[in-house]
Each structure stands twice: as C-alpha cells, then as structure tokens.
C-alpha cells in the first residue's frame, strides 16, 4: 500500500506566476512522456515481473515519480495564481482556462488529455526494461525543451532537479536490464523471452 | 534553490528533503546492488538522519504523515507542500 508523505521531493517556491510557463510544462503531467504516464507505466509493469530485483527497481521508481507527478502540479499551480483575464486570453492559456480554470489537469500541451495509450505493460521483460529505458530518455529530452524555452531560476531549479531523476533512473533501469539477462537462459543471445512458447 | 535561513521551519524541512534524497538514492542503487557495502552504509547512515530530522520537525511543526496517536487533529492543517505563499505568511 501506500502512505502519503505531507512534503515535496525537492521544494517548489516560484515567486512569479506565468500561464505561459504553465501551458508548456502540464505536458510532463499529462503527456506522452509526462510523470503520471511514468508512475503508472512501472506500477502496472512490476505486478508480472518475475524478478524480485527489478521488481523493486519498478516499485521504488514508480513510487518517486508519483512525487514528481506532485511537483509538477506545484509548479503548475504556483504558476497560475492571481492571474488576470487579460493575463489568460495573452498567454494563450485561456484554452486550458476554459476547461479546468485553474485546476490541475494532466493533459500534453498540445491540450490532448492524458491516455493510457501512451505506455506499455507488455508482461514480457525485455519489452517492458526497453520501454523503461526510452521513457527516461524521452522525458529528459522534455525536460532539456522546457529549459529551452523557460527562463525563470524559480522554475528551471525544480525542473532541473527532475531532469537529473531521469538520468539516474535510467541507470537504474540499465542495471535492471543486466540483471533481467543474466538470470535469462545464458544460451538465449538473441535477446528474447521464450518462457511463453515452452511446451508446459 | 534559495533557502530563508531566517525560517527555522523551512531550515529544517530542508534537511529533511536532502536526507532523505541521499536515502532514496542508495535505496534504487541497492535494489540493482544488493551487495554494495558502501550503499549500504550510506543508506543507514541517512536515513537515520532523515528519521531523526523527521521527527523533530514532526514534534516542532506537526505531522508529515497522519499520526499513530494524537490529543488534537493537526494533519489537514496547512500549508499543504504546494502552496508556497501560505509557508511564507
């Protein structure tokens, strides 16, 4: 089960709201490579994972990108606050504002709402610790754009902190990968997993 | 990130997040090496520094987690973690 911890993972003090900001980065809520996709993505995956270490990879990665997923909704609501309607219709926040005021929403910045389409739990090892090694790397690169285009120190301190979690989670996953093969038949080179074609 | 020193309060939860961050990294790199001694002591030696660091802000500013026992229900107080202006009031 879980219990919740009544603190962020890395603080978020942002002094200047700006929707524009905010616009950009509810892709990491609620986007193709955002942090709800990425807790649910080794919450779901780590259920039919047949080794006990990376099941703790999976369950232990899953559980801190939940904080991220809080982190980013911090960022969101610090950067929405006492907002004018002349503030909203410039940003062109005014197309989330209209659905969800300013309510925390995970949807991509495109305003595409979050789908479970866009993660796999495939119930095979290679494909699943795959999959986990390129969602790092993809939500890295999301991260590195939304330095690109954010030039607030308020924002871009918390952003780079999740930006580094993605780097180290996707050690972690490597090192799960290893592990993965080296309890796999050794005779198995070419990398796959046969346990559902062996007749029983 | 810029920390008010002057706020004793903020001083400590920021401890407390940078305790238990060391933690949770030897925590992941323990899950992949479960045989690393140098983790492994880097893992007790924070996290009984954030378990000390949490239970003094828990007994000076109230609970981070819903309490085993209480005289008087302080969890739902505020400023919950994402409301910043409220901290600085």
């Known amino acids: 089960m879980f219990q919740y911890e009544k603190r962020l993972q890395y603080p978020v003090k942002i002094k200047n709201p700006n929707p524009k900001y905010a616009s950009i980065i509810v892709s990491q809520l609620g986007g193709p490579d955002g942090e709800i996709g990425a807790s649910l993505r080794y919450l779901t995956q780590r259920i039919a ?57 995970p949807v991509a910045a495109s305003g595409y709402p979050y789908s ?31 330095l690109r285009l954010v030039d607030d120190p308020d924002v871009c301190d918390a952003i780079k902190f999740l930006r580094a979690r993605e780097i180290v989670h996707y050690q972690r996953f490597a090192d799960a990968l290893g592990i993965a093969q080296d309890k796999m038949n050794a005779k198995n080179f070419y990398g796959y997993n046969p346990s559902f074609d062996k007749k029983r | 990130m810029l920390i008010n020193r002057n706020n004793s309060k903020e001083r400590l939860l920021r401890s407390l997040d940078a305790y238990a961050f060391m933690a949770h990294e030897a925590l992941l790199y323990l899950d992949a090496y479960p045989n690393s001694r140098e983790a492994l002591e880097c893992y007790n030696k924070y996290n009984k520094q954030a378990m000390r660091t949490r239970a003094e802000y828990e007994s000076k500013y109230g609970p981070l987690t819903p309490p085993p026992e209480a005289n008087s229900w302080q969890w739902t107080k505020g400023p919950w973690p994402w409301q910043a202006e409220k901290e600085d009031k």
């Open chain 1, 49 to 105: 994972m047949p080794y006990d270490e990376v099941v703790g990879i999976l369950t232990d990665v899953g559980t801190e990108e939940l904080g991220h997923f809080e982190m980013i909704s911090a960022i969101l609501y610090q950067l929405t606050r006492n907002l004018s309607y002349d503030e909203i219709k410039k940003s062109g926040f005014d197309t989330y504002f209209v659905d969800h005021t300013t309510g925390i929403y």
């Open chain 1, 116 to 146: 479970a389409s866009q993660f796999q739990s495939k119930g095979d090892i290679l494909a699943d610790l795959n999959e986990d090694l390129a969602a790092e790397q993809k939500a890295r690169v999301t991260y590195d754009n939304i």
